[in-house]
């Protein structure tokens, strides 16, 4: 049963895990590009998949560290101290996913949508009354501030999320400590 819980554990990681990494990744620039050219409806439309990406598998991923949990009853290593740190880590990377990561993405969104919607000739920049047409900081309805400072810090909490799990993979092959080999 162990080695079966394990089979599960990992492609569970990889199929929910490895696209959101990736579409996470890819969704600063996007955004960027996407708020420099307000007109251009492929980059709001491939920005629209990859939140979906993020969302739809961020719900898949809640099978990796239930299959993870699965598989280290089966072996006898709750106990471990390199799978304690695993769990731990694991639960932070949920963390910035879901509290840091996906409503940004979203708050983006947002503002590449309502960038798109307005029209670019009677836009006014929320710098204040009587701003120059076109400037380069627009706002959404929501006041969230659509400018590439915030895909910088989207960009940020997603190298975060992505280490996070890249420590919590070296762990689970390296397992330091671990009498169960490796």
Same mark, same amino acid.
């Given at each position: 049963? =162990?080695?079966?819980? *394990?089979?599960?554990?990992?492609?569970? %990681? $990889?199929?929910?895990?490895? !696209?959101? =990494?990736?579409?996470?990744?890819?969704?600063?620039?996007?955004?960027?590009?996407?708020? %420099?050219?307000?007109?251009?409806?492929?980059?709001?439309?491939?920005?629209?998949? +990859?939140?979906?990406?993020?969302?739809?598998?961020?719900?898949?991923?809640?099978?990796? !560290? &239930?299959? #993870?949990?699965?598989?280290?009853? /089966?072996?006898?290593?709750?106990?471990?101290?390199?799978?304690?740190?695993?769990?731990?880590?694991? #639960?932070?990377?949920?963390? &910035?996913? +879901? @509290? *840091?990561?996906? !409503?940004?993405?979203?708050?983006?969104?947002?503002?590449?949508?309502?960038?798109?919607?307005?029209?670019?000739?009677?836009?006014?920049?929320? =710098?204040?009354?009587? @701003?120059?047409?076109?400037?380069?900081?627009?706002?959404?309805?929501?006041?969230?501030?659509?400018?590439?400072? %915030? =895909?910088?810090?989207?960009?940020?909490?997603?190298?975060?999320?992505? *280490?996070?799990?890249?420590?919590?993979? $070296?762990?689970?092959? &390296?397992?330091? #400590? /671990?009498?169960?080999?490796?």
């Amino acid at each position: 049963m =162990t080695k079966f819980f *394990l089979v599960l554990h990992v492609l569970a %990681a $990889i199929v929910a895990v490895g !696209p959101v =990494t990736v579409a996470a990744s890819m969704f600063p620039p996007g955004a960027r590009r996407a708020l %420099a050219d307000p007109g251009d409806q492929r980059a709001a439309e491939t920005l629209r998949l +990859l939140h979906r990406i993020c969302r739809v598998y961020a719900g898949l991923g809640i099978a990796v !560290p &239930v299959l #993870g949990f699965a598989t280290a009853m /089966s072996m006898g290593v709750l106990g471990d101290a390199w799978l304690i740190a695993s769990m731990a880590l694991t #639960g932070i990377a949920a963390a &910035v996913l +879901l @509290a *840091l990561v996906l !409503p940004r993405q979203e708050e983006l969104l947002d503002a590449v949508e309502s960038a798109a919607g307005a029209d670019a000739t009677t836009e006014v920049a929320a =710098t204040g009354a009587g @701003a120059p047409i076109g400037a380069t900081d627009t706002t959404t309805s929501t006041g969230v501030a659509a400018n590439p400072r %915030a =895909t910088v810090r989207l960009a940020m909490f997603t190298g975060i999320f992505n *280490l996070l799990w890249a420590t919590v993979t $070296i762990l689970m092959i &390296v397992r330091p #400590g /671990s009498t169960t080999g490796a």
